[in-house]
């Protein structure tokens, strides 16, 4: 079984610019979750999908903002890049509400 | 509002040593308790987790950790280190509410030879 995907691998991008991170579940997986993972300060929960519906958010600017596909994998839009958003963003799946969340290995944002 | 704290960003041991990264929690339900591990370059990979049922959770490659709730604790623990247990591991909690884990910063586990 395919574990949860994410690309591009690596992504380089300059102050100001649009930045998109796609990821794919796990078969039968509904839910998609991302987090940012920044030098020192762990993971950051940033949003949460199930269903197609945005059904909640951590503490970050709108400027993050994202949506689920019918096929349930999702894209993570960061506009007007800024250099502290540098970091691994990682998706994770899950079956349902309350279930593990199976972790993806992450996508390393760059913003020079 | 559920918290982490992880004890140490950094924990070195030697090879065969007793292994022990300290996690404690905040939560204002039962908590549900989470131990992960990512592997350089890689993402997280659940090591164990603790539901409410027992208090001494085992999980994979040799790990087991011990809910107590009069010390909000949920440290993880194995009894000989090996030098591919290096990696950073990661102390989460969730509440019945969101279940969305909140992670705390990590400890680096250094194994030396």
């Known amino acids: 079984e395919a574990g949860v995907t994410q690309s591009p691998t690596h992504l380089i991008k300059t102050r100001g610019q649009q930045a998109t991170l796609r990821c794919s579940p796990i078969s039968g997986h509904t839910s998609v979750y991302w987090y940012q993972q920044a030098l020192g300060l762990g993971l950051q929960f940033l949003l949460w999908y199930d269903e197609g519906e945005e059904r909640n958010r951590g503490n970050f600017p709108p400027r993050f903002s994202g949506r689920q596909f019918p096929n349930y994998s999702s894209e993570l839009n960061v506009n007007a890049l800024e250099l502290e958003d540098s970091a691994l963003y990682l998706c994770a799946s899950s079956s349902q509400q309350g279930t593990d969340l199976f972790f993806g290995p992450g996508t390393r944002l760059t913003v020079l | 509002a559920q918290s982490v704290t992880q004890l140490g960003s950094h924990v070195s041991v030697s090879e065969g040593a007793l292994v022990l990264l300290r996690c404690n929690y905040s939560?204002?339900?039962?908590?549900?308790l989470f131990w992960y591990v990512q592997y350089p370059n890689q993402g997280l990979q659940l090591l164990l987790k603790y539901t409410s049922a027992a208090t001494l959770v085992k999980g994979i490659n040799g790990f087991e950790a011990e809910f107590k709730k009069s010390e909000t604790s949920f440290h993880l623990t194995k009894p000989s280190a090996h030098m591919s247990d290096a990696a950073e591991y990661f102390c989460?909690?969730?509440?019945?509410?969101?279940?969305?884990?909140?992670f705390g910063r990590g400890t680096s586990l250094i194994v030396h030879p």
């Open positions: 939560s204002s339900v039962p908590p549900y």
């Open positions: 989460a909690v969730s509440d019945g509410g969101s279940y969305i884990p909140t």
